[in-house]
């Protein structure tokens, strides 16, 4: 793996720095399963149907480590659903991945978490009855499992754990919400929401991030801002994996593109590689009629979020429940 800074641009003031690409990831030519040279999550025969429907029918694929990877494919490609499939929030039909050499076929997704491995949803889970910091402390206390309200609501009221706190204040002024830290998640803007389930979700110090259409629905002023946070994960150190349409964005932050259609990884490579790759324009195509290569050369397109991937993760963690029975606690504790 190299990183090559030919591309740094010379005068900070006039566009936004271009940071260097990491640059040999793969080994020989690059194709879907490509091998790389120090892979993160290997997946195998990784399959997933709904009824008649083959959502996810994964070959072989292999992420590398410490880049940045766009997932990208026309909507219902099955991007969600290996998301969710990776992460333990659902289970495939069949199939194996490691993560770290550690097999994690249907590990359940607290312990996924705990392994450091966290995902973002495609529709925000920011909490909003809870203040901006609780909804940090979730992200915490949320990785520790089975005991998870045992933990979770002692931490949220008696602010115990100046750790947790301490981390929560870091992260909150590096993503610009410390100004928000005690007002209610419902309150924040659609993108500071999406910065908040970052910020949340970097609450455990992990290796690998999977973020699930992070710009989506996010106001133009923060998305550069956001690019830059998905950037900084790489220079920390970790691992990036992230779902998005927009293709401006993927061929500039991402090192690594793979690219699904009807389930199957149909091309991977090099973002400017891949944009030029026949079968990626096909699978864009095939799907949107109506669209234009403007969909693979850079247009930001209306992203629907797909209500019934969505609502399978809504369902592995339920959020409506969580946040009613935290509020009902907290309402307990102030009544005390
Ligand atoms: N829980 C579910 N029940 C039934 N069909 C589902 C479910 N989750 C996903 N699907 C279907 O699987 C396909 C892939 O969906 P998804 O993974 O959300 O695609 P993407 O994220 O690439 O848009 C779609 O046809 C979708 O309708
Ligand atoms: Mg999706």
Not at 300 to 318: C, L, N
């Amino acid at each position: 793996m190299s990183a090559d800074s030919t591309s740094q641009n010379p005068n900070p003031m006039t566009a936004p720095v271009q940071r260097p690409k990491t640059t040999g990831l793969h080994v020989g030519d690059a194709r879907p399963g490509v091998s790389k040279v120090d892979p993160i999550i290997v997946a195998d025969n990784v399959t997933r149907t709904f009824g008649g429907l083959t959502a996810v029918d994964v070959e072989h694929l292999e992420i590398p480590r410490n880049a940045i990877t766009a997932l990208i494919g026309p909507n219902g490609a099955g991007k969600t659903t290996l998301f969710n499939l990776l992460t333990g929030f659902d289970k495939p039909n069949t199939g194996t991945w490691s993560y770290d050499g550690k097999d994690l076929a249907r590990v359940p997704a607290h312990k996924v978490a705990r392994m450091g491995l966290v995902r973002t949803f495609q529709l925000t889970k920011a909490l909003g009855r809870l203040s901006v910091m609780d909804n940090m402390k979730l992200g915490q206390t949320g990785q520790r499992g089975e005991r998870f309200w045992h933990s979770l609501i002692p931490a949220l009221w008696r602010s115990q754990d100046r750790e947790i706190e301490d981390r929560a204040d870091e992260l909150l002024v590096k993503f610009k919400l410390d100004a928000k830290r005690d007002d209610l998640a419902a309150g924040l803007s659609g993108g500071q929401k999406k910065l908040l389930e970052m910020a949340r979700a970097l609450m455990t110090s992990p290796n690998l991030v999977m973020l699930d259409e992070p710009m989506a629905g996010v106001n133009p002023a923060l998305t550069q801002s956001l690019l830059d946070h998905i950037l900084d994960l790489k220079d920390e150190g970790m691992t990036v994996l992230f779902v998005e349409h927009d293709m401006h964005m993927v061929r500039h932050i991402a090192d690594w593109v793979v690219v699904m259609a009807e389930g199957k990884v149909v091309a991977e490579g090099a973002p400017d590689e891949v944009m030029k790759n026949p079968a990626v324009i096909d699978a864009y195509l095939g799907a949107h009629q109506e669209l234009d290569l403007g969909v693979v050369t850079g247009r930001i397109p209306v992203i629907h979020a797909d209500p019934t991937t969505d609502a399978a993760a809504s369902a592995a963690v339920d959020v409506t429940a969580l946040e009613s029975e935290a509020s009902a606690e907290l309402d307990k504790e102030d009544t005390k």
